[in-house]
């Protein structure tokens, strides 16, 4: 990872924002300074609640949105959705490796199709199903709260994984991003961009942060977020 804000991405995470009216929130997010559209998707099944599929991530595209859309998939088994997700318009999609019969062939899906492949690993899922896949990765994700809603406090010990997987990803020598989910807000964004992470997700600190003065703005706390990712060294 270099050491400037440059190379820092903010993924507000829609599961936060208001669905009635989500094309105009994706878009103000994205005019108040966001980089990626994070895309939640649960099955009430791998994990417990159930939010949206592949129609929203096209409707979406078709709304006229052309960010990067990253799509974390909590559902199981996996690579249905992975073609669903492509032909939807997705860019990465992101998928947890308990959750696939054959990992390193659902990776190689996801790249087949076109789009940036990723690995998401819950708080106590080891690193080590990285370790014959490195080469097919594109985004390492780091899961802050257990998975299956949003609002969550950041869990403490995802620091420490942090390091060793931002470690591994340096030795690895490939272009592998480092996203973390769960619990980030400006209080602590940037001791978790020191232990290694370059990719935000933020939900409820984002959406909940709108200007009190104009509403489709959330320049205010995206800028809070650039204050302190510019820090940090």
């Known amino acids: 990872m270099t050491d400037t804000a440059r190379d820092f991405l903010i993924?507000?995470?829609?599961l936060s924002a208001d669905f009635a009216r989500l094309g105009e929130e994706v878009d103000d997010v994205l005019a108040s300074g966001a980089d990626i559209v994070h895309f939640d998707v649960m099955d009430n099944h791998y994990v417990p609640n159930l939010t949206i599929g592949p129609l929203v991530c096209e409707?979406?595209?078709?709304h006229g949105v052309t960010a990067p859309i990253d799509v974390h998939l909590m559902v199981r088994p996996v690579d249905r959705l992975i073609g669903d997700f492509i032909e939807a318009g997705a860019s990465y999609i992101t998928f947890h490796p308990e959750a696939s019969d054959h990992i390193d062939r659902s990776l190689q899906l996801i790249r087949d199709g076109g789009c940036r492949s990723g690995l998401v690993f819950n708080p106590a899922t080891p690193l080590a199903y990285l370790d014959h896949v490195m080469d097919k990765v594109d985004m390492v994700l780091l899961m802050s709260v257990n998975p299956g809603f949003g609002g969550q406090k950041f869990l403490?010990?995802?620091?420490?994984?942090?390091?060793?997987?931002?470690?591994?990803?340096?030795?690895?020598?490939?272009?592998i991003?480092?996203?973390?989910?769960?619990?980030?807000?400006?209080?602590?964004?940037?001791?978790?961009?020191?232990?290694?992470?370059d990719t935000f997700v933020a939900g409820s600190a984002v959406f909940k942060g709108r200007n009190a003065a104009d509403p489709h703005r959330y320049d205010g706390v995206i800028g809070e977020f650039r204050e302190q990712l510019a820090g940090v060294r």
């Open 11 to 14: 993924a507000p995470s829609i």
């Open 59 to 62: 409707a979406l595209r078709k």
């Open 156 to 175: 403490p010990g995802t620091l420490d994984k942090l390091r060793e997987a931002r470690r591994r990803i340096d030795a690895s020598g490939y272009d």
């Open 177 to 197: 991003r480092l996203e973390i989910d769960g619990g980030v807000k400006v209080e602590n964004i940037a001791e978790i961009a020191r232990a290694g992470a």
